[in-house]
């Protein structure tokens, strides 16, 4: 029997946060799903006949700047998910086109999502763009640094938020974070505030510049940067070196391929070699084709990954 398509309720929660834990490792995702007050009519889920839910699509409006800096509002895709005895029926094809007329009735320009399986969104009219980034062999030779570097602390919210406001004003395919972002959102991803860096101005002893990396699997991965890019190379060299204390040997960096972040990468790769993957996909809304696809290849577009769906 074909399932019933709908949109959630308060009383599918449970159902939903179970459905998560079976198909990801990531307990976050419920606490994110929450952050949203009007998630369950953006939540739609397929129902059995006997009131299992079989898959789920969730869509989370944020606002995004395109190729010019101007915030748009756009509908981000996440927590898709389907029982492994439910793949295969087109549940999440249907879904994804409820969630499409949501997303336009709600006055999104378009829509964002990242993804291992493009696949699935390709035939509901999702394009894939290339995200770049710079991946290499973990320098072994510190340079003499300028700037102190040390963990970062919850003391340092302030200056790191303004510092992330700055560094990102008109950059295209960057989010514009809220306070709840900054509370709930960015730890889900990244950890707590002590997983940061922060560079300290000589003298002053100012915060300059924020950097996030992480040390899990087979790389270390700077993941966000904020600040000047005069002390990006002495916290690049903090990675390299925490980096080889945990084990590792290689690095990938994901960070926009300024001239400043070029000039900085000798900090933390040996030999930085430019590498893309095609994970990033888009779908227009009320917005044109091509506006979409100038915000997602102009020059230094990046969505963070603490800001993910």
Known sequence: MSARLRTSTPADE???RA????????????????LDPDRHRRT???ETAGGRLDAVVVWVPRLIRDAHGTPRRVGGIGSVA???EARGQGLVRRLLAGAERSMTAEGCAWSLLFTGTPGVYRGSGWQE????HMEGTLTRTAAPGTYGV????AADAGTVRALHRAYNAARPLSSLRTEEDWAVRLPAWYGPPERALVAEAPGTGAVRGWLVAGYEGECAE???????????PDLLGAVATRGLAAGHHRARVRLPATPEVMAALPALLADPTAAGTRTGMAR?????????????TAPGAVHWYGDSF
């Open 82 to 84: 389907t029982r492994p």
């Open 44 to 46: 739609f889920v397929a």
């Open 284 to 296: 227009p809304l009320l917005a044109g084709a091509d506006a979409v696809r100038a915000t997602v």
């Open 129 to 132: 763009f290339t995200t770049g």
């Open 150 to 153: 040390r963990e970062a602390t």
């Open 222 to 232: 700077v993941r966000e940067f904020a600040g000047d890019s005069a002390c990006l």
């Open 14 to 16: 449970p159902a939903l």
């Open 19 to 34: 459905l998560w834990d079976s198909c990801f490792d990531a307990p976050h995702i419920g606490t994110l799903h929450a």
